[in-house]
T-cell receptor, first 114, second 111 residues
Framework: KAGVTQTPRYLIKTRGQQVTLSCSPI?????VSWYQQTPGQGLQFLFE???????NKGNFPGRFSGRQFSNSRSEMNVSTLELGDSALYLC?????????????FGNGTRLTVT | GEDVEQSLFLSVREGDSSVINCTYT??????LYWYKQEPGAGLQLLTY?????DMKQDQRLTVLLNKKDKHLSLRIADTQTGDSAIYFC???????????FGQGTELSVKP
């Protein structure tokens, strides 16, 4: 079974631009979560989508948004990029049914904002 | 609020056992997880334990859970240089895909 796939692996953007990151979950998984990883703040939860609906949201500004498609693939968008948005963005998928279903992570998208 | 704490660094000799410790605050946590992150990679799920269990063993990995003290540990037997990585402890309070992570423990294995 293929794992969680994130594209692109690397992105360089300029302040003020917007960016879209993509995530394809493991086949059969209906929940996709997004995390931001930085040296200063560590791993922080952004949001979770299940069956095309946002099920949970972390404490990030409205510039961070996401969506999920009917095939469970998900995209994350960041508008009006700031230098502090430079981070590794990780996507994780799970079946979404039951607390015991563990999250499986992709290799992430490294975003650099200049 | 929810908080997960880990020590930042651990250095061991190849062949020794490594013990990585974690404390958490949320008593309603249902599952507790250990992930491994190698340079330039995402998080690899190592193992997880349900909160009504005390111990779980999986090959070289042993997880111990002390619910009273909210303390979780990961023991790696016969540590190898390939085990050098950052190890994250995480808790799930039954909120689906939302995990609360510790800061990560950087394990360095010296030959």
């Amino acid at each position: 079974k293929a794992g969680v796939t994130q594209t692109p692996r690397y992105l360089i953007k300029t302040r003020g631009q917007q960016v879209t990151l993509s995530c394809s979950p493991i086949s059969g998984h209906r929940s996709v979560s997004w995390y931001q990883q930085t040296p200063g703040q560590g791993l922080q939860f952004l949001f979770e989508y299940f069956s095309e609906t946002q099920r949970n949201k972390g404490n990030f500004p409205g510039r961070f948004s996401g969506r999920q498609f009917s095939n469970s693939r998900s995209e994350m968008n960041v508008s009006t990029l700031e230098l502090g948005d430079s981070a590794l963005y990780l996507c994780a998928s799970t079946t979404g049914q039951g607390a015991g279903s563990p999250l499986h992570f992709g290799n992430g998208t490294r975003l650099t904002v200049t | 609020g929810e908080d997960v704490e880990q020590s930042l660094f651990l250095s061991v000799r190849e062949g020794d056992s490594s013990v990585i410790n974690c404390t958490y605050t949320d008593s309603s946590s249902t599952y507790l997880y250990w992930y491994k992150q190698e340079p330039g990679a995402g998080l690899q799920l190592l193992t997880y334990i349900f909160s009504n269990m005390d111990m779980k063993q999986d090959q070289r990995l042993t997880v111990l859970l002390n619910k009273k003290d909210k303390h979780l540990s990961l023991r790696i037997a016969d540590t190898q240089t390939g085990d050098s990585a950052i190890y994250f402890c995480a808790e799930n309070d039954n909120q689906g895909g939302k995990l609360i992570f510790g800061q990560g423990t950087e394990l360095s294995v010296k030959p």
